[in-house]
Each structure stands twice: as structure tokens, then as C-alpha cells.
């Protein structure tokens, strides 16, 4: 499968950014036919490498060969043609076209001149069949899930591309059945030669998909070894520069029994509480240092169970008590009122205010709660933010730079601390380890565990049932907007129960 | 790391993923150019029954004979709009198309120099703007308030007064009236009015061209990304408007038979009114041509219903403009609303 | 407080240094037309000169284009500015010269009362259209912009209304420690509203829901209080400014007063480096910007434009001036290649689609960062 020469070849690459180096001397290849994985921590220029590739920035030094032709490609759209496509974490596409122009929108097929919108749409279809999806094509791309729009940035890039395919964390947003049909279309892509640049947080799907990965580190190139050479432990060492046990660490740690946590008044306690169109009337009660972790499929519903529990959005079912009072959650400032904090799983739309500098964005829901006409004082601000800045190792340290200025996993940490500055009774946190490097999970699932060890609730939402598994003391399992069970954490519950209960088969 | 699933439930089931429609079912695009569709008709209607006279269909056909420069200058705004951007020199263009024909003809050029001369005059301005805002990024709007205050200038500087135009080309368009049916008749500007109109639709629907100004405006970045030429169309679609102003302007000359700096005050915010009735989204990406279409044909409707309740003071004119608009807007609300 | 004071060095160093600098190439470019263009003399105890008469002449615009920053900041727009300014003069006059007495003190203060307490309310109209219903800005404040000049004409009946009353003639013309007291209000608002906004949370709440609305609603923010609360401002600013004007003037012209000033506002506004999406705004930027504007009004006259060449004129300034202001087109002047620079895509942050203005207000390109964080990977 591996050709002699490399179609692509990169070397010496560097990129400087105003006060950030983001690429030193950065050496990478790759040759047709292979999934290459590109591996790292959240700020060691993987990004800024594949951007570097495209177009959408100039390099300062070094150069880059494509077929033994050195390029330079000017934009995205050179690169496309001379068959480097890019699908990138975000689906970067036009949410307000249809799923057909969305594939086809820049060479669509015409007849004089003008759009031919049958063929088009056939074509389309066509592409999405071999791809195991069957929708419909005419309806805008905003009408589908997420997992299936990344799909349909996928079937765009496979259309069009040739000779290299960047996939930039492509299985972000999808659950295990789409990735495998994802793999399975990669895997005819090798065969048919077209080599792949695989970017992905997931370390079990590199490990299955990828022949070879290069791993940097704070922009400089550690190394590239065949797949086979590197474990798992070795892989992670490497990215991150030491030895990591600390998650081995939490998984040996003792849980409290279930059944002392669960002796007096519960935190929260929830009945029947739905939304049609959104969950099914479901029951849950949560009590002080508890951990109720959420487990479900993409889809499932459990962001949407989590924001009737803030209040987030409005119950149309049901009641809810807080410390045994039944509470009417109308609205935001009702859960936080009553002692509830909601971290969203969607930082940069529904929880990061990029215009504003990180310390605005930490007390901005404790400044919220207080109105706007009482400041909290500059000097606590000043304590709370170094506080919370040194609890959660956020870098950089500096308060006074723009939000938007931090890596993805360390605006996370912010917004965790905004929350955690209120001091809530109820902490609910969906997916907050979603794109984070791996030394930065660990420090969030620790945080975790010591808040409600000092006796928080947390209720703990993730797509990796490891994670649910390692925290919490409860599961619900939701599937299809329901929530269908709820399991003791404990001997016998592991992965494989939990995806038997999704899959609707009785306990074992 | 496994994410969660049961590799069985893959096989188990159909090989489809839930398709759960988040926001719009495919029908609720079209909700927008209904609901005004529905307003133009009951206030058809109202006014139908409450004046004599109006039901007479000459009444629909005049409101498009006295807006067809409107329509015309509201179809580039409506691409402008469409980009997620948006053009306020195109009142000014207006005057300035229709100075600088004034002062020409006045001169003694010919009506075969004079048309084409002021037509680009116009598409240049647009390409201007279009130039600045996309090479130097800078906001459209405050581009384009330059725009307005330049050609506005521009007038000031050629005349303060208002000059008549005898040009005899001219006038045979001004007074020329096509007839047909039972004694209906419409002018030329309206056959041109629909020519741009039936022109735009096509470009909008069936060209790449087209496709890409709704691209630009759904998503900018991603219309990048996906290798879309993002400059050229953005740079375009205010060429297109300042054309359709320049246009606007000759049809309202037609219609004024002068040149006049005073020309087309606050018409740009009339084009606004009207594509943003029609349904388009101001933040773009979003809406059709034909909307824009009935959108004049509101704005022109409230005109007439004014002018048949004679007893309207002027000032009382722009007071019911408001409240009718108002209702308006506040009826899409409600309809859209229900999209849920 | 050290961090402002950073805020305020980098803003200096970014957005203000051009406007101060177009206004100070202004007011010296007169130097050369009019030598005692700098003078002030002292006469009666007032400052005379024509520093003072481009202060005098920037009040109305200044408050406008004050009350314009909080709205935009939230991410809207206020188109009707104009006309609530005429109606707020129409009606003091109004009721001024519907008094027995013109002159009569509790009078005139009853008019201005009146004609405030008015513009509150247009000003809370606007909000609860905006935040209550929903409705676009841009649509809403321009219902109430064609309305509003209707309601300012049939309150003057379509004349313009004439007072002699001399109370009512120090708002716009009168003198008070020397100083115009126009020029004196303005300084009050300005600085009252600087301390609220700036000692109190307003400032950072309202930059939280003009910069991101949806996150702001998670964090718990009042966002619906707080729009409104601008829109009012917006209105009471303008009420303000109706009333300086038309003071000015001892006369009220529903007509004309307060024409396409809303233009010139949202240029001062954007003059002073406030985004037109929302976020981050500066009063002192707003301010400054409004009397740029002014500045170059009188600028022209003095160094012998003819008048029609004004519109022209202006619009080649503004031009000039957010040029100047473009990271963009500095870099292409520096003759740095945009290879070389961060990333190509326009200025619109990721995920921010204004809901307010919409229309074409993409972020100003300020200092070119790299848009998104994941840049940094």
C-alpha cells in the first residue's frame, strides 16, 4: 500500500503568529494509499499545520511538494484543485443550502450556463447512497443532524478530492455506527490510492484506522512511526510530554456507596418532568455529592433532559423539587437562583463572549445573578480569578487577555470556572471534555470527582462511556429522547452493559 | 476510547440515522413570501370593500407603473441583502443617475450616449464600494453611507436645482403606454421592472453565480473554505446594485421627466422596507426574489390606500406608513414564529 | 484600575489614534484659513471662538451618538434618533407657546419635562419591539423613524413653531461658568453615564449580550432589561438633543430637525471604534468621533467650500478615515503580502450572525487575530 515516494512532502516548515510560534522546523509526508494520523495536544499546530497545507495561510519558511511539484497553494480553492480537499471539525458548510448544493455548490452541473438541478440532485443522492445515507437531498442542510451534515462534508471532500484528503477530527460529532461507515469509506479510499491525513482526539479510532502517524508537540515535530510501534501509553507520553497515570489513577479510587449518598433530602428531585419535541417525561433525583452520569447516543437527549433541569429551557410535563420545594424553573436566572449551574457542551456559541477578556467571562454569571447594579468589588474579582485561574490550570494565566486568545480545552476551563464561582449546590456539565487534550480531560474528571467528594451534585454528560463510567455513582441511559434506565454504578456495570441497555436487551 | 453505541443497533436497524428536523421543514422556507402574499391580498381585499373604485385591476397595475424604479433598485438590494450585507447609496444613485442624464440632455447629447453613460456611471459607484468593502474590509454599511453621501455630493455640486428633461427619447418612454385586455395599460418601465426581475430569479436560482451569493451569506466562512470565489461575488452583487440604482434612476426619470438632488430621498430604506418584507433575512442566506416582488407591491398598495383616503394630511401619510408597516412586521413575526 | 488603564493604552494605540489625529490635521488645516482660529477670548464672562462654536455645534450630535453606542453595543440599531429628536422640540414648543407667561420658569421646565418623558417612552417603545417582540432593530427603530416624523409634523401642525422665551433659550444658547450650557448638559450626560455604565456592571453585561446573546441568556443575564434600557437611553439622548437644538434656534421644525442625523451618529459611532455587531463599545470614541464630524462641517466652511461640496467632502473624510483605520489596508500600504498575515476569511467572528442590525455589519478588522481560538492547534 505504500508507495516509494511520498505525494506529499513538507519540510522545514515554520509559521510565526504575532507573539506565537505555532510551527518550528516541522517535517511531514505522506504517501498514497495511507492513513496518516496526525497526533498532539490542543495547541501543538496540527490545525495550523493542515491550514498551512491549504492555503488559508502562507507559510514563513520551509516548502511543500505534492507529487514532487513544489506548490504553493494561494487558498482552499487552489488546494481542492490540485486535490488536496479539507473536512474540518466544524462542518464547513452553508447551513442554509440544501444538502445537494452543499455537495455540489462550486461546480455544480450545468447545462448553458445554468444549474441543472435534477441531475444534481441525483447525483447527490448517488453519492450519500454509497456513503449509507438516504435522505433527502432537497431539504436544507440546517434541517439535519449534526452527524449527518459532517457526513455531508465528508461525501463533499471524497467527491472532489484526488490525491490527499484532510479529515480535521471528522468523527467529533458522530456515534460509533457512522464512524464505521466513515472507515469503511476511508478504507476504499486507500484502496483506490488516495492518501488520507487523519486528525482525531480519539485514540482508539487512530489506532484502527491509521498506518502511520506523526505526533508534535508545541509546534515542533517529535516523530512518525509506523502505527504498529507506538502503544497507546507510549503515544500519549510522547504528546504530552510525561507519563500519564493520573486516569489510572482515578479509576483505582473507591466510589461512596451509592446508598449513603442517596440516604437524605436529594438536591434535585425531578418528576415527569418533558418537552415534546425535545425529551420524554422522565424522573430523576439527584442528591449532594453524587455523581449522576448521563450515557446515551448522539441524539438521545440528554442535553436536552439537562437544560430542562437548569431551566435552560422551559418544561411543558411534569415538576421539579429543589431541596424538597417544588420549583418552577422559567428560565436561567431561575436555576441559578436555586442553586444550579449549567456548563454548555457548545463553548463557542452558548458559553464563550469572545469580545470579552477572561476574567469577564469568569464572574460573568456571578455578576449576572447579582444585576448589573451591584459590581462584584475589583479586589474579589481579582481573588476569585486567581483563584479559579490556579485551580483549574488555566493558561495562559493572564486575566486581562481576550478569551478568544486561549486553546479550545483552556476556554473550557474558563467556563467550568464561571459556573464553579457560583457555587452551586447542582453542577450539570455536557461534554466538557469534548475536543480537549488528553492532560486537560484528566484535570476536569479530577475536578469532578473533588467536587462532589466536597459535596456537590454533578450531573455528568459525555459521549464516552469510559468517562461516564470512571465518575459517576448513578447512569440514566437515554436513547431516542427517552430516558430508559437507570443503573447503580458498581460490580457488573461496564461498557458493555451500558450499550446492551441502549440496545434495548435486558440486563444480563 | 469507545464512543458509545451497540455496533449491533447499526445492523439491527435500517442503515439510516434519525433525520430529525431541527429547524425548518422544507415548506416553512416558502412561510415568509406566503404570509406577505396573504397581507397584500387582505389589504387588497380591505381596500376593495371599503373604497369604490379600487377593485378595478387598472388600480394593481398602476401601483407597479408608479414603483417600478423601486422594484428595479430593490432587486440589487435584494442580492446585497442576500450576502448578508446591505447598500444605502442607492437612493443617491438614484438622483445622481438622474442629474447627470438632466444635465446631459440639457447639454444636447444624445439619448443613445446619454442612457449607457449613466447606467455605468452607476455600476462604477457600485463596483467602488464593492472593491473597498471586500479588499480592505471595511463594514458595507459604512461604505456604502459614503457612497450615499458622495453621490449625493456629487449632485449638490452638479445642480441645486431641479432641471427638465424634453429630451424626446425620453418622453415617448415617459408617456409611451402599452395597452392591453380591456382598456389596462402599463408603461415601459414596467415591462423593464419585470425583464430585471424575471433576469435576477433566473441568475439567483439556476446560476453558480447565484448559489454562491446565498453561500456567502449562510456562511461566509464556509463559502470560503469550500473554495468559493467569496470576493468576486461580494464584489459583484454591489456592482449589480449600483447597476439596478443606475437603472432605477433612468426609470425614474421617466417617470419625473427631471433631474433633481432631491430625487429618491430615504428610497433606500423603502428598497430595505420592501425586500425585507418580502422575507428575506437581513442577515442573508435567506430568501427570494419574489418576495422582494411583493414587497414593493405592499409598499405601493399602502400608497394607494392613502391616496384613496383623501383626507390624509401628509404628515398623517407617514404616520399610517408606520403603522401599517408595523402590522406588517408584526404579522410575519407571528407566522414565522410558529415555525418553532 | 490597572486593567483599564491597559484597556485604555491599547485602545489608544488602536482605535483613537486615528480619529485624534484626522481631528487635529482638522482644526489646524483652519489655522491656515482663519489664524485666530485657535483664539478664545473671554467677553460677558463667556469663551468665545471657534474651538467653542465647534463644541457648541457638536452637542446634539455628541448626545445622539452617545445614546447610539450603548444601542449598537447591544448588538442593535436606532434609526428613529432624528425623529424623536423633532418631536421632543415640536412638543416644548408646543406647550411653551401655548403659555400665557414664555417666560415663566416652572413653564419651561414643565416643556422640557414633557417633551423627556416623551422620548423615554418612544425610547421604551423601540426596546420592548426589539427585546419583547423581537423584531429586527433595524426594522423596528425605522417604523418608528417614518412614524415618528409624521407625529413630530402633526404636532407642529406642519409650521414651524416660534418661542420668545428666554428660559428656554439658555439650553441651547446660553452661557453658564463661561462655558455654553449645552456644552455643559452634554458633559453631564456623558460623564454620568460613563460612571454608570463603568462603575456599576452595565458595561460588561451589555458587552456580554451584544457579544454573544445566547450565551449571556445561559449565564443568566438579564438581556431583555438591558436592551430595553439602551433603547431609552437612546431616546432620552436624543429627547436631549431635540431640546438643545431647538432651543438653539427658539423655534421647532418638525420637518427638518434632526435630518439624517442618525447617519452622522452611527459614522461617530463607528468613527470612535465601536463595532457595529456589538460587544466591546467606547463612549470617548463616540464622543470624539461626533465632534470630528462636526469639526469638518465648520472646517469646510471656514477654508471656503462651497456648501454643496459638503456631502462630498464628508464622504471623502470618512473614506480616508476608515482606510486608515483598516488593518487590511494598512498592511497592503505597508506592502506586507496577505500570505504573510493570519487568516483570509472576513472579519465576522465564527458563530456571531448579528440578529439585530444584520444587514452588512460584520466586526471593523481591528487588530488582525487569528478568528478562531482553534488556531492556535
Known amino acids: ?508 | 476510547m469507545i464512543d458509545v453505541s451497540d455496533p449491533r443497533q447499526a445492523t439491527a436497524t435500517a442503515p439510516t440515522p434519525t433525520v430529525r428536523p431541527r429547524r425548518y421543514l422544507p415548506q416553512q422556507r416558502h412561510l415568509p413570501v406566503l404570509a406577505t402574499l396573504t397581507l397584500l391580498a387582505t389589504m387588497y381585499g380591505l381596500g376593495a370593500l371599503n373604497y369604490t373604485g379600487f377593485a378595478q385591476p387598472q388600480i394593481l397595475l398602476n401601483v407597479f407603473v408608479d414603483n417600478a424604479f423601486l422594484l428595479v433598485v430593490a432587486v440589487g438590494m435584494t442580492f446585497v441583502i442576500l450576502t448578508g450585507g446591505i447598500d444605502l447609496s442607492v437612493g443617491a444613485v438614484v438622483a445622481l443617475t438622474t442629474v447627470c442624464a438632466a444635465v446631459l440632455l440639457r447639454e444636447g447629447w444624445p439619448a443613445g450616449v446619454v442612457l449607457p453613460l449613466v447606467l455605468l456611471i452607476g455600476t462604477t459607484l457600485g463596483l467602488l464600494m464593492g472593491l473597498i468593502i471586500h479588499f480592505f474590509d471595511i463594514q458595507p454599511f459604512i461604505v456604502t453611507l459614503a457612497g450615499m453621501f458622495f453621490a449625493r455630493g456629487l449632485c449638490h455640486l452638479i445642480t441645486s436645482d431641479s432641471i427638465p428633461i424634453t429630451d424626446a427619447f425620453w418622453t415617448a418612454a415617459a408617456q409611451h403606454r402599452i395597452r392591453f385586455g380591456d382598456g389596462y395599460f402599463i408603461s415601459i418601465s414596467v415591462v423593464i421592472a419585470l425583464v430585471v426581475v424575471l433576469i435576477a430569479a433566473f441568475v439567483l436560482a439556476y446560476t453558480p453565480f447565484g448559489r454562491n451569493v446565498y453561500a456567502i451569506g449562510g456562511n461566509p466562512q464556509s463559502a470560503l473554505l469550500m473554495g468559493l470565489p467569496a470576493g468576486r461575488t461580494r464584489i459583484a452583487v454591489y456592482t449589480i446594485s449600483g447597476f439596478c440604482a443606475a437603472l432605477g434612476g433612468v426609470l425614474l426619470s421617466f417617470y419625473m421627466l427631471s433631474g433633481y438632488s432631491l430625487h429618491a430621498q430615504g428610497m433606500e430604506l423603502d428598497a430595505i422596507a420592501a425586500v425585507v418584507i418580502g422575507g428575506t433575512l437581513l442577515t442573508g442566506g435567506s430568501g427570494y426574489l419574489l418576495g422582494t416582488v411583493l414587497g414593493v407591491g405592499v409598499l405601493g398598495l399602502i400608497q394607494t390606500i392613502i391616496a384613496f383616503q383623501a383626507d390624509l394630511s401628509s404628515w398623517w401619510t407617514k404616520i399610517v406608513i408606520g403603522v401599517l408597516l408595523f402590522a406588517f412586521i408584526i404579522l410575519q413575526r407571528l407566522v414565522t414564529r410558529r415555525r418553532g | 484600575m490597572s486593567d483599564t488603564h491597559r484597556r485604555l493604552t491599547g485602545l489608544v494605540r488602536q482605535r483613537l489614534f486615528w480619529p485624534v489625529l484626522i481631528l487635529v490635521v482638522l482644526l489646524v488645516s483652519n489655522l491656515f484659513f482663519t489664524p485666530s482660529f485657535f483664539s478664545i477670548t473671554v467677553r460677558d464672562g463667556h469663551l468665545y471662538g471657534s474651538l467653542i462654536d465647534i463644541l457648541r455645534a457638536s452637542t446634539p450630535l455628541v448626545l445622539v451618538a452617545v445614546g447610539m453606542t450603548v444601542v449598537i453595543a447591544t448588538g442593535g440599531i436606532d434609526l428613529s434618533v432624528g425623529s424623536v429628536m423633532a418631536i421632543s422640540g415640536a412638543l416644548a414648543c408646543l406647550h411653551i407657546s401655548g403659555l400665557a407667561d414664555q417666560n415663566s420658569v416652572t413653564g419651561v421646565l414643565f416643556a422640557v419635562v414633557l417633551a423627556l418623558g416623551l422620548s423615554v417612552l418612544l425610547g421604551l417603545w423601540n426596546g420592548a419591539l426589539v427585546a419583547a417582540i423581537g423584531i429586527q432593530p433595524i426594522i423596528a427603530t425605522l417604523i418608528l423613524m417614518v412614524a415618528g416624523r409624521g407625529l413630530a409634523q402633526l404636532i407642529t401642525d406642519g409650521q414651524i413653531i416660534n418661542v420668545n422665551s428666554a428660559p428656554y433659550k439658555v439650553i441651547g444658547a446660553g452661557y453658564a461658568l463661561t462655558l455654553p450650557v449645552s456644552v455643559l448638559i452634554v458633559v453631564a450626560v456623558v460623564t454620568a453615564a460613563a460612571l454608570l455604565i463603568r462603575r456599576s456592571a452595565l458595561g460588561m453585561l451589555v458587552e456580554s449580550v451584544g457579544g454573544n446573546p445566547t450565551a449571556s441568556r445561559l449565564a443568566g443575564i438579564r438581556a431583555r432589561q438591558l436592551v430595553i434600557l439602551a433603547y431609552v437611553f437612546a431616546g432620552l439622548c436624543a429627547g436631549i438633543a431635540g431640546l438643545i437644538f431647538s432651543s438653539n434656534v427658539s423655534s421647532a421644525d418638525g420637518n427638518n430637525a434632526g435630518n439624517l442625523i442618525e447617519l452622522d451618529a452611527i459614522l461617530a459611532v463607528v468613527i470612535g471604534g465601536t463595532a457595529l455587531t456589538g460587544g466591546r463599545f467606547s463612549l470617548a470614541g463616540s464622543v470624539l468621533g461626533a465632534v470630528i464630524i462636526k469639526a469638518l462641517d465648520i472646517t469646510i466652511y471656514t477654508i471656503g467650500i462651497p456648501s454643496q461640496a459638503n456631502l462630498l467632502f464628508k464622504a471623502v473624510v470618512v473614506i480616508v478615515l476608515c482606510l486608515a483605520q483598516s488593518s487590511a489596508f494598512r498592511a497592503r500600504l505597508a506592502g506586507i503580502t496577505r500570505r504573510g498575515g493570519p487568516a483570509r476569511p472576513p472579519a465576522t467572528p465564527p458563530g456571531k450572525r448579528p440578529d439585530g442590525t444584520g444587514g452588512g455589519l460584520p466586526q471593523q478588522a481591528g487588530p488582525a487575530a487569528p478568528a478562531e481560538a482553534e488556531v492556535r492547534a
Open chain 1, 1 to 508: 500500500m505504500t508507495d516509494a515516494a511520498p505525494i506529499l512532502e513538507m519540510t522545514g516548515i515554520g509559521k510565526t503568529f504575532p507573539g506565537v510560534v505555532a510551527l518550528d522546523d516541522v517535517d511531514f509526508r505522506m504517501f498514497p494509499g495511507e492513513v496518516h494520523a496526525l497526533m498532539g495536544e490542543n495547541g501543538a499546530g496540527k490545525s495550523t499545520l493542515i491550514k498551512v497545507l491549504t492555503g488559508v495561510y502562507g507559510i514563513d519558511r520551509g516548502e511543500i511538494r505534492l507529487a514532487g511539484r513544489q506548490v504553493r497553494f494561494a487558498g482552499p480553492l487552489q488546494a481542492q484543485q490540485a486535490g488536496v480537499s479539507t473536512v474540518y471539525q466544524e462542518v464547513n458548510l452553508c447551513p442554509n443550502l440544501s444538502v445537494a448544493e452543499n455537495i455540489f455548490i462550486g461546480r455544480e452541473p450545468r447545462r448553458f450556463g445554468a444549474i441543472r438541478w435534477a441531475t444534481m440532485r441525483r447525483r447527490s443522492a448517488e453519492l450519500l447512497h454509497r456513503l449509507h445515507l438516504d435522505i433527502d437531498v432537497t431539504a436544507p442542510l440546517s434541517s439535519h443532524s449534526l452527524a449527518v451534515q459532517q457526513m455531508v462534508a465528508i461525501a463533499r471532500a471524497v467527491d472532489i478530492s484526488a490525491k490527499v484528503l484532510i479529515l480535521d477530527e471528522p468523527t467529533s460529532s458522530l456515534d460509533a455506527s457512522e464512524v464505521e461507515q466513515l472507515f469503511a469509506v476511508i478504507r476504499q479510499l486507500k484502496e483506490s490510492g488516495v492518501a488520507i491525513l487523519f486528525v482525531s482526539h480519539f485514540l482508539d479510532q487512530v489506532y484502527e484506522i491509521a498506518d502511520r502517524m506523526t505526533v508534535l508537540r508545541n509546534g515542533r515535530l517529535i516523530g512518525e512511526w509506523p502505527v504498529a510501534q507506538l502503544s497507546q501509553l507510549e503515544l500519549v507520553a510522547k504528546m504530552i510530554g510525561k507519563d500519564l497515570s493520573v486516569l489510572e489513577q482515578l479509576d483505582g479510587e473507591s466510589k461512596p456507596d451509592l446508598a449513603t449518598l442517596e440516604g437524605g433530602q436529594p438536591v434535585l428531585e425531578a418528576t415527569g418532568l418533558g418537552r415534546s419535541g425535545a425529551i420524554a417525561p422522565f424522573d430523576l433525583t439527584i442528591h449532594a455529592g453524587e455523581v449522576v452520569g448521563f450515557a446515551g447516543l448522539l441524539g438521545s437527549g440528554r442535553t436536552e433532559a439537562a437544560r430542562l433541569l437548569f431551566g435552560a429551557d422551559r418544561a411543558e410535563r411534569g415538576r421539579v423539587s429543589i431541596a424538597g420545594k417544588p420549583t418552577a424553573l422559567r428560565g436561567p436566572r431561575a436555576g441559578m437562583a436555586n442553586g444550579i449551574a449549567f456548563c454548555s457542551e457548545n463553548r463557542r456559541a452558548e458559553g464563550v463572549v469572545e469580545d470579552l477578556t477572561v476574567r469577564e467571562n469568569l464572574v460573568l454569571a456571578m455578576q449576572a445573578a447579582r444585576g448589573w447594579a451591584r459590581p462584584i468589588p475589583r479586589r474579589r474579582q481579582d481573588e476569585l480569578v486567581a483563584k479559579y485561574i490556579a485551580a483549574l490550570q488555566i493558561r495562559p494565566a493572564d486575566p486581562e487577555l481576550p478569551i478568544r486568545n486561549l486553546s479550545g480545552g483552556n476556554q473550557q476551563k474558563v467556563l467550568l470556572a464561571r459556573w464553579l464561582i457560583t457555587e452551586p449546590k447542582l453542577l450539570i456539565v455536557d461534554e466538557p471534555t469534548r475536543g480537549i487534550d488528553v492532560g486537560a480531560k484528566a484535570e476536569i474528571q479530577r475536578l469532578v470527582v473533588e467536587l462532589a467528594g466536597g459535596g456537590m451534585a454533578v450531573l455528568f454528560i459525555s459521549a464516552e462511556l469510559e468517562e461516564v463510567l470512571r465518575l459517576s455513582h448513578k447512569i440514566a441511559v437515554l436513547r431516542d429522547r427517552q430516558m430508559i434506565d437507570q443503573l447503580a454504578n458498581g460490580a457488573g456495570v461496564d461498557v458493555d452493559r451500558i450499550m446492551r441497555t441502549i440496545a434495548g436487551e435486558a440486563a444480563a
